[in-house]
Nanobody
Framework: QVELVESGGGLVQAGGSLRLSCAASGNIRTINGMGWYRETPGKRREMVARFITLSGGITDYADSVKGRFTISRDNANNMVYLYLQMNSLTPEDTGVYYC??????????WGQGTQVTVSS
C-alpha cells in the first residue's frame, strides 16, 4: 500500500508563490501516474497538474494554471516526492489541494489534502 502526505499549503497574497510537496511511501513501484488536484469552493475536484505516468515523465496541466504552475518529481530513500510550484497565484486558486496517485491495478489513492488560501 502507498501513503501520500502533502505539505506546503498556507495563506499567500495574490501574485505570490507557494510550493506544495507530496511524499509517497510504501509500495511505490505500483504507482503509475501521480498528480495534484484541487477542490475549490463550488466546484468538484479537478486535475491541476499531473504526470500521466511517472516513468514516462509526460505532464498535463489544467488550462487555468498553464504558465504559472510547474509539477516536478524526485525519487530518494525509497520514496517518491512530488512537487507543485505555484506562481502568480490568484484568489481563484484558493482551495484544498490533494496529491493523488493511480496504480497499475487501476485503483487510486488520495492524500489528506492541504489548504491553499490566496487573499486579494
Amino acid at each position: 500500500q502507498v501513503e501520500l502526505v502533502e505539505s506546503g499549503g498556507g495563506l499567500v497574497q495574490a501574485g505570490g508563490s507557494l510550493r506544495l510537496s507530496c511524499a509517497a511511501s510504501g509500495n511505490i513501484r505500483t504507482i503509475n501516474g501521480m498528480g495534484w488536484y484541487r477542490e475549490t469552493p463550488g466546484k468538484r475536484r479537478e486535475m491541476v497538474a499531473r504526470f500521466i505516468t511517472l516513468s514516462g515523465g509526460i505532464t498535463d496541466y489544467a488550462d487555468s494554471v498553464k504558465g504559472r504552475f510547474t509539477i516536478s518529481r524526485d525519487n530518494a530513500n525509497n520514496m517518491v516526492y512530488l512537487y507543485l510550484q505555484m506562481n502568480s497565484l490568484t484568489p481563484e486558486d484558493t482551495g484544498v489541494y490533494y496529491c493523488g496517485a493511480d496504480f497499475n491495478d487501476n485503483s487510486g489513492r488520495w492524500g489528506q489534502g492541504t489548504q491553499v488560501t490566496v487573499s486579494s
